[in-house]
């Protein structure tokens, strides 16, 4: 194993050893190849330079107390890449041969994953693009998929703690009939405005509404909304929203501690009845929210009096986490275990 400052290290991109790729050409995949190289030859039409036709993934892979290696939910990922690849339209890429390869670039790379008690983990980020040059508006004939892997800190360093968040009403990240559902690098693009102005402003992340009617929850930044009231789970539906695999996880967590899930639009009012909030996502699992400022209008919607994660996320969260360690049974089969 390596020899990092595991606790300390960042989100952030480091080298590792190798990457793995494949091809797609003249109508099909080829074969699977590893890489050391941190750089794509790239033709300089190629689609996903031009016209954005991209796509990616990420998940995270953890050291055990046990010491094996667990991976969260990769069929999840692969599937939700084909979504977005019939959005993009670029080739569907089968779910084994996904799997395939994020298990071995694991494997190739493994003296990079953090031991057990740094609360670290290996970030897998998987990435199609369209590399066939054309110069009208259409989709290649060719694309790389590739799967590079770095290890990345524990988001919480201090500690599990809560955000105040930015509701942004100038900006939305995606519209109600375009690309928001789908894990396209463009939506990243037309949030960086935002996400730049209300980290300026001291908050944790940038808040949307709906981009139809500005009335009900979108996301909370790269990730999803929860909010707790009672006995219930509750997280926005919308057409715009990206379905994160976090989520879906917590809300079948929710479900198992007999919490009522309510998976229904989220009007903004309703902000004021919430006993807790928090933004989930694969980074954080849950990054509970404290405040949420509308700094537009200048109302506040204080969620947590003190500041303070409440129990129920962090209860959920403790729980995401153990099954992802291998602490806690993966009664719903949610994770590979690697033996190496
Ligand atoms: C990736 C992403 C999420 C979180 O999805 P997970 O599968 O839980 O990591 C949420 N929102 C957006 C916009 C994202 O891109």
Redesign the pocket.
Known sequence: MKQLDWSNLPFGYMKTDKNVRILYKNGKWGEIEESDSEYIPMHIAATCLHYGQEAFE??KAFRGRDGKVRIFRME??AK?LQSSCHATMMPELPVETFCNMVERVVELNKSYIPPYESGASLYIRPLLIGTGAEIGVKPAKEYLFIVFVMPVGPYFKGGFAANAYALVRSFD?SAPLGM?KY?VGG??AASLYAHHLAYDKGYGSEFYLDAREKKYID?C????FIGIKGNSYITPKSES????????SLMQLAADNGMTVEHRPVPLEELNELDEAGA????AVISPISRIDDIELDVSYVISKDGKPGPVLTKLYHQLRAIQYGDAPDTHGWVTVLDI
Do not use: D
Not at 221 to 224: H, I, L, R, V, Y
Not at 241 to 248: A, E, G, M, R, V
Not at 280 to 283: H, K, L, S
């Open positions: 990420g998940l999840e990922n939700r990240r928001g894990k939506n990243y996301e930044g790269a990730a999803n929203i990206l379905p994160s695999i976090t989520n879906k989930c996502g694969t980074a």
